[in-house]
């Protein structure tokens, strides 16, 4: 009589959906794998159909989706493939979002108002999802939208140490273009050994979306290099508006750093023209060619997404990619 065996070895499989390949198989490229074979269209409604190619049965199964416009169907997609993978038996769903979609809906600013990026979390919930990964979520307390783990994770070290590269031995200033993200200009000082910290001041009217004016800046600023942080640009008049404004102190020169190149038109166009020495971004996103300018810089965020998960499929700690502690 033959024994049935159980195959204990556990299974990573990475899928991705349709909205940035070139990311993923990057990914797949720093873990040494392969991207699971998916059958993925349209219909002619816009209705979205996903299929495995080959058995998840038992696998641990990370899927990796970019949210760049049009958002909603990317998103769609990605709970799609999250149902069909639970539906075919997998043993652990992570669901990788480098950009947390509707991560700015955090909060009610006012009456009335949902609370978009806490729905996105019932949502993964619901599909199946075991684990979020995300990167530079636009708050932290994003991460206690989700009931189950959620891995934050950082691109502030690879942005600071290219940053630290182009500036050499100038003198710098670390500018927040609000005072919302200071905490995070902190992180960012620290990286570039104690540098002194200035803000923007910008009034924003919250009836009007996308719409934001510097007025001043509080802070040392004249004839340093100001390296301006944010964690996402959308259509660029707030970090354009801030750029005039440290121009007009004296700055002696500016460099934008942020994560997220979302880059709603006419982004591009201003960042080009607003006077920046260089803008320093991620691949969190796909940015297509003609959103792409002399003085844009794309840094890839593919190794440190594949090195936490290699963390979270090997029990590892996540958090050890960032404070060197277990």
């Not at 006419?266 to 940015?287: D, H, K, S, Y």
């Not at 290699?310 to 277990?326: I, R, W």
Request: one cysteine or more.
């Amino acid at each position: 009589m033959s024994e049935l065996s159980h195959n204990v070895d556990r299974k990573l499989v990475l899928a991705s959906g349709r909205a940035h390949p070139e990311l993923a198989e990057e990914v797949a490229r720093c873990l040494n794998t392969e991207l699971l074979p998916m059958s993925a269209y349209d219909f002619a409604n816009g209705e979205i159909y996903v299929r495995s190619g080959e058995s998840v049965r038992g696998k641990e199964v990370f899927i990796i989706q970019a949210h760049p416009a049009p958002l909603n169907n990317w998103l769609m997609e990605q709970l799609i493939m999250v149902d069909s993978m639970k539906r075919a038996s997998a043993a652990a769903i992570t669901v990788v979002a480098p950009f947390y979609p509707y991560s700015r809906q955090d909060k009610k600013g006012r009456g009335r108002e949902p609370i978009s990026a806490r729905l996105v979390a019932d949502l993964y919930k619901t599909a199946g999802a075991d684990r979020i990964m995300s990167v530079d979520l636009h708050t932290a307390q994003i991460q206690g939208f989700f009931d189950g783990p959620v891995d934050h994770l950082f691109a502030i070290p690879l942005l600071a140490d290219h940053i630290r590269e182009i500036v050499g031995d100038d003198d710098v200033t670390v500018v927040s273009p609000d005072t919302g993200r200071v905490r995070v200009a902190e992180q960012w000082a620290e990286r570039l050994g104690g540098a002194p910290l200035a803000f923007v001041h910008k009034s924003r009217d919250l009836t009007v979306p996308n719409q934001a004016v510097s007025k001043t800046v509080v802070g040392q600023v004249e004839g340093r290099t100001c390296v301006l942080i944010d964690d996402m640009i959308d259509t660029g008049g707030t970090i354009a508006g801030a750029v005039r404004v440290l121009k007009d102190a004296g700055a002696k020169d500016v460099i934008i750093a942020a994560t997220h190149a979302i880059f709603s038109d006419p982004a591009a166009e201003r960042l080009a023209n607003c006077g920046a020495r260089q803008v320093v971004v991620t691949n969190t996103l796909p940015i297509p060619e003609e959103k792409r300018f002399e003085t844009l810089t794309v840094l890839s965020i593919a190794p440190l997404l594949a090195r936490a998960i290699k963390e979270v499929f090997e029990d590892g700690s996540v958090t050890s990619l960032f404070d060197g502690d277990a």
